[in-house]
């Protein structure tokens, strides 16, 4: 299985294959674009991290369980600078998402998410 965003008419989407299959991932119907960065197999299923753009222009985080996408709590308004999924995995049946935002001095901090509750590191 590979990875990929494919630019179509102005549009990222989101999409992975599987046997020369082309999976697309689905966002929301009002969203503009959508960002897959890793994909995991497990037990059968896949799991893949990124985010999808909403109608309003800002970032949702959020991960797909074979195609069906569960969004994550966003990140306090202080804490929304170019925020950012790089990998999601599952353990024990627990979903956790790893990333990042950027400070008011562009530093990278490192968060993650439990399921869809967020945690952050200071």
């Known amino acids: 299985m590979l990875k990929c965003n494919i630019k179509s008419i102005s549009i990222l989407i989101a999409c992975y294959w599987v046997n020369n299959e082309r999976i697309d991932l689905t966002a929301s119907t009002l969203s503009k674009d959508a960002v897959a960065w890793d994909i995991f197999v497990k037990g059968g299923q896949i799991y893949t991290g990124g985010y999808y753009i909403n109608k309003d222009g ?17 990140l306090p308004p202080n804490f929304t600078k170019y925020p950012g999924i790089r990998t999601t995995f599952s353990q024990d049946g627990t979903i956790y998402s790893l990333g990042y935002y950027l400070d008011s001095y562009d530093n990278h901090i490192p968060c993650y998410w439990i399921n869809t509750k967020d945690r952050f590191y200071r």
């Open 58 to 74: 800002s970032r949702v985080y959020c991960y797909w369980i074979n195609g069906e996408r569960t969004d994550l709590i966003a």
